[in-house]
């Protein structure tokens, strides 16, 4: 699979079926009460539904009432200014409550081909100055220019601010290169650790830990979050017979480009490639495309079985990585008949175990910035000014003038 | 093909002086931070011919080389006797998409390079290891892309090369397998001086490889061109 597959390939109804698939899939995890959904951006390849991961959060912020949709995520440099991104982050989190999570990958090599516009070699230069404008266009009060070496907008004036303040919470998922850890503790990012080998996992983990301690504090679990197959069944030998095709077809094709697809020039730096290449990244042992189910379970690449055994690998693992979140990688070729039952068996018989005491997820925990009800806007509302016209020579209230002669103290906020 | 001196410089300086510099990027030269685009690599060249003491000089280039000569032509056309460019590209050409030079396997381009003979040239494609050809040539791929990554041509050129009045040559060889022939056929056509020689040898087709493949049959291409008596117009 590349990012030349044609389209001749594709099936207009299977497309289709898809996103009604992500709809339900994203309903179903709400009802069930899981703490959130999260959407991939992709280009130029089958791997995505989504070329603009904004544009899928809108659409299922729209078809949802509580659950959080993370869009992971908008690629900063295909934007012509991220400041075009903040709105779009502005947007989708009113719009949606104030349930917005944001991704800011820095896009695999393939994205580069892909897109076309962004240059690989300069990207990294790029991607730091655009999360510095993105944050002060989502932060500032009044407006400013920025003048830097990617970017010169000379009047970044957001409007609206998004509703979560100072914004939503960022997520960036990254393999593990240390600028990137470094760039997550700094900003008190989240650190979405997308599935490498156990032995890097670990690795990559104490590296972030220690990044945080450079920055003068200690990270909270919530800031790791990995990304990792799940999938839970009656007995063990249940989720193998259930699981087991479909983990192989997605560890055989998904994520599967060829080396100068996946490494554009510049994308990574020699000591990066030189590493990678010392530490054997073509080898059998690090890739999960070539191994069997035993394989992949007992090196780490998902977990599976029966409800007990889930509960003692999510806690064996995220214990050993120091993650307070799980991203669960759901299997796209799963009917979505097991698809709902494995979710309900994961939220009845997993998910409390890691709860508080009466399993509620997150947002139904946390006091969220949005208010409820119009009641609830009223009683909140501060005393702004009146909006008011000039009519027949006088300055009247716009709200209250049709009440004539007939007003005397009319509440109104 | 960097850090050595070619069998075809070899067959150059049998009767000239030759400077071969590698870019800021290739070779052992360094890619300073500030070079992103094709008028830094020109500044770039512009202080290195006067740090040699060079004012006026003969300029030839060769693929990826042959598209800055050219953009070094465009801005300092006063300072070059002849203009020579092999099997060059980074024009726009209207009916033909640029060569892809990004997105090829390392095989893949072996192949395409040398026409499927690459197996006789290891000399030239591994130097010190496997591995460490694959980082230099990743290492050389990424300064090209700083510059060339998008676009893939430069639209000016269609204009700029009007300045370049000395005399030109374009060769290219005769079954470039990387670098259509729509790229030759229009530097041709924009340069005001120029002449157009497609090269083929007597072992078989010629291929984007050619100064590796023939370099006596494209050094005396070359050297034929310089020798020839000059017009007196070779200055803006």
């Not at chain 2, 050219?70 to 460019?85: C, D, G, K, T």
């Amino acid at each position: 699979m590349g990012i030349d597959l044609p389209t001749t390939n594709y099936q207009s109804d299977l497309g289709q079926l898809t996103f009604e698939r992500t709809a339900e899939r994203t309903l179903l995890a709400e009802r069930l009460g899981f703490d959130g959904a999260l959407i991939v951006e992709q280009h130029g390849s089958p791997v995505g539904l989504f070329g603009n991961a904004m544009i899928g959060a809108a659409w299922l912020a729209g078809l949802t009432q509580d659950i959080k949709i993370a869009a992971v995520g908008p690629l900063m440099s295909a934007y012509s200014t991220p400041v075009r991104l903040a709105e779009e982050i502005a947007a989708v989190d009113n719009a949606s409550g104030g349930r917005l999570i944001v991704g800011l990958p820095l896009g695999i090599g393939v994205q580069y081909h892909a897109m076309g516009v962004v240059n690989p070699s300069t990207a990294r230069a790029r991607y730091r100055e655009a999360n510095e404008l993105l944050l002060k266009s989502l932060d500032s009060d009044e407006p400013f220019a920025w003048e830097g070496d990617h970017f010169n907008v000379p009047y970044v004036n957001l409007w609206p601010k998004p509703l979560q303040r100072p914004r939503p919470e960022i997520f960036v998922p990254a393999a593990g290169s240390r600028e990137t850890l470094q760039l997550c503790a700094r900003y008190r990012y989240v650190y979405q650790a997308v599935l490498v080998p156990r032995a890097t996992l670990l690795r990559n983990a104490e590296t972030f830990r220690e990044a945080c301690r450079q920055e003068g504090y200690e990270s909270d679990p919530s800031q790791l979050a990995l990304v990792i197959p799940v999938h839970v069944a009656e007995t063990d030998a249940q989720a193998r017979r259930e699981l087991e095709p479909h983990l192989l077809w997605r560890f055989q094709n998904i994520f599967r480009f060829p080396f100068d697809q996946s490494f554009p020039p510049g994308h990574v730096s020699m000591n990066s490639l030189r590493g990678m290449m010392a530490g054997g990244y073509r080898s059998r042992g690090n890739d999960p495309g070539s191994m069997d189910y035993d394989e992949l379970i007992n090196r780490g690449w998902l977990i599976a079985g029966s409800p007990a055994r889930v509960r003692q690998q999510l806690a064996d693992t995220a214990g050993e990585l120091g993650a307070g979140r799980i991203i669960i990688v759901t299997s796209d070729t799963m009917p979505s008949w097991l698809e709902q039952k494995w979710m309900t068996m994961f939220a009845e018989d997993v998910m409390p175990t890691f709860r508080p005491p009466g399993g509620r997820p997150t947002w139904d925990r946390e006091r969220a910035p949005a208010y409820r009800t119009r009641s609830e806007f009223a009683a909140r509302a501060s005393k702004s000014p009146r909006p008011t016209a000039l009519m027949d020579g006088r300055q009247v209230d716009v709200r209250t003038e049709y009440l004539g002669e007939e007003l005397t103290s009319f509440p109104r906020t | 093909m960097t850090r050595r001196w070619l069998p075809f410089y070899d067959e150059l300086a049998a009767s000239r002086r030759v400077v071969v510099p590698e870019h800021p990027g290739f070779g052992d030269t360094p890619l300073p931070d500030r070079i992103d685009d094709f008028t830094d690599l020109v500044l770039h060249y512009a202080d290195f011919a006067n740090a040699l003491g060079l004012e006026a000089f003969d300029l030839a280039g060769y693929g990826f080389g042959a598209w800055l000569a050219a953009e070094f032509a465009a801005f300092y056309p006063e300072r070059l006797s002849s203009l020579v460019l092999i099997a060059p590209f980074g024009v726009r050409t209207p009916d033909t998409p640029a060569p892809e030079m990004f997105l090829r396997s390392a095989r893949r381009s072996a192949a395409d390079e040398f026409n499927g003979t690459a197996e006789h040239y290891g000399s030239y494609l591994v130097d010190g290891g496997e591995d460490e050809t694959m980082l230099q040539d990743y290492a050389e791929l990424s300064a090209m892309a700083r510059v060339a990554w998008n676009p893939r041509y430069d639209r000016k050129l269609d204009h700029r090369l009007a300045r370049v009045r000395c005399p030109s040559l374009i060769l290219r060889p005769d079954e470039d397998r990387v670098v259509p022939a729509a790229q030759a056929d229009r530097y041709a056509e924009i340069l005001p001086n120029s002449r157009l020689q497609v090269l083929s040898s007597s072992s078989g087709p010629l291929g984007h490889a050619m100064i590796a493949q023939d370099p006596a049959g494209v050094a005396h291409a070359i050297g034929s061109f310089l020798d020839m008596p000059r017009e007196g117009d070779s200055h803006l």
